[in-house]
């Protein structure tokens, strides 16, 4: 079957600090691999997403890396501000339907 | 704007009681879909529809129906409102060819 298994939060990290957020996933055929970030009140925004394996996707300086051998897309950023402040969700889509972790909220103080 | 509309944003409601989350999208997508989210269980699909006439079920559709008349709306009707219904319901819609999803801001259902 499909799932999508993301590490609990919640992550507290001081501005600047190196974020990672683990995600894995099983898989049948060849999925794409998503990020979601939703800001509080709000409804989920699409931050990357990797089609295909070795792919790398990118945005606001968050990156993750579609990785087929470890079945593993971690979510990654540099520097971390408190505006990155929010719950994020890895995604799986497959067969034309999602599936969700069950987020990892990011908690960033100044 | 373009994007998907979704009302209301909060509802409470006596337990039995019925009603209907509104769904409305502008940007031609043929796929729309219903999920809910509840704390440490992420989002869960409960119906999606890949065309007007079409829907399915997902992962958790008891207590819940949709219909598609047009390719706009994707109405979601609770027929009996329980506790467990308490939730955020969140509505998305894709282009066909990809998962290229945008979500709703959401509606926010208490049953009590």
């Known amino acids: 079957g499909n799932s999508v298994t993301q590490m609990e939060g919640p992550v507290t990290l001081s501005e600047e600090a190196f974020l990672t957020i683990n995600c894995t996933y099983t898989a049948t055929g060849y999925p794409s691999l998503f990020w979601y970030v939703q800001y509080p009140g709000e409804g989920l925004q699409l931050l990357l997403k990797a089609t295909k394996a070795d792919d790398k996707g990118s945005n606001k300086g968050f990156e993750a890396t579609y990785r087929k051998e470890t079945t593993s897309f971690h979510l990654e950023k540099g520097s971390v501000q408190v505006s990155d402040s929010a719950v994020y969700f890895c995604?799986?889509?497959?067969?034309?339907?999602?599936?969700f972790g069950s987020g990892t909220k990011l908690n960033v103080k100044p | 704007n373009a994007g998907v509309t979704q009302t209301p944003k909060f509802q409470v409601l006596k337990t039995g009681q019925s009603m209907t989350l509104q769904c409305a999208q502008d940007?031609?997508?043929?796929?729309m879909s219903w999920y809910r989210q509840d704390p440490g269980m992420g989002l869960r699909l409960i119906h999606y529809?890949?065309?007007?006439?079409?829907?399915d079920q997902g992962e958790v559709p008891n207590g819940y129906n949709v219909s598609r008349s047009t390719t706009e709306d994707f109405p979601l009707r609770l027929l009996s409102a329980a506790p467990s219904q308490t939730s955020v319901y969140f509505c998305a819609s894709s282009y066909s060819h990809g998962p290229h999803y945008t979500f709703g801001s959401g509606t926010r259902l208490t049953v009590v």
């Open positions: 940007m031609n997508h043929e796929y």
């Open positions: 529809s890949v065309g007007a006439g079409i829907t």
């Open positions: 995604a799986l889509y497959n067969f034309n339907k999602f599936y």
